[in-house]
């Protein structure tokens, strides 16, 4: 759970509320809200390829191989019960519900781009290379907060790929 500080001025007086952020907005009763979705793909002479990433509410994840619009399943698995709190965990922080739906800008030719998928929630970035997180404000850009929820989950089910 992360806290947030809010200071507020009235008429004289100083007031200091707590705001508190987890992941209750994407996690109940040990399930996933919704079920989300990550597509990454990189455009090339041969078309787009990539990867997608799908987590249903009770866990059960899997990744497919995209190659012009046709999947191929790669790998399956299901995220435990603490799994699914740290998910939700790397969704709130990041903000998920409030990234905006395109952001980015694409270049001239072979755009790489993520589409994370959350319900109602689609927010897309468009660039020329893998977004990174930016070590000194994580959760300060669009960028940063897309490949913060990209590289969370890429690496939690690499290591559940494992068990």
């Keep these: 759970m992360r806290t947030r500080f809010i200071v507020l001025f009235t008429l004289g007086s100083l007031v200091i509320a707590t705001l508190s952020v987890n992941g209750d907005d994407y996690i109940k009763d040990g399930k996933l809200t919704q079920t989300l979705k990550i597509t990454q793909l990189q455009g090339g002479f041969a078309g787009f390829t990539g990867v997608e990433y799908t987590i249903k509410p009770d866990g ?20 435990s019960a603490k799994e699914l709190e740290s998910l939700a965990a ?56 897309i490949a913060g929820v990209y590289l969370g989950v890429v690496e939690m089910l690499k290591d559940a790929g494992k068990k």
Excluded: C, M, Y
């Design 60 to 79: 059960i994840w899997a990744t497919t191989s995209v190659f012009n619009k046709k999947t191929t399943p790669k790998d399956k698995g299901k995220l």
């Design 90 to 145: 790397i969704l709130a922080k990041n903000d998920l519900e409030k990234l905006p739906a395109k952001s980015g800008k694409a270049p001239g030719a072979n755009p790489h781009t993520i589409t994370i998928e959350f319900g109602k929630t689609k927010a897309s970035l468009v660039g020329q290379t893998p977004p990174k997180v930016d070590a000194n404000n994580p959760t300060g850009s669009v960028e940063s907060r």
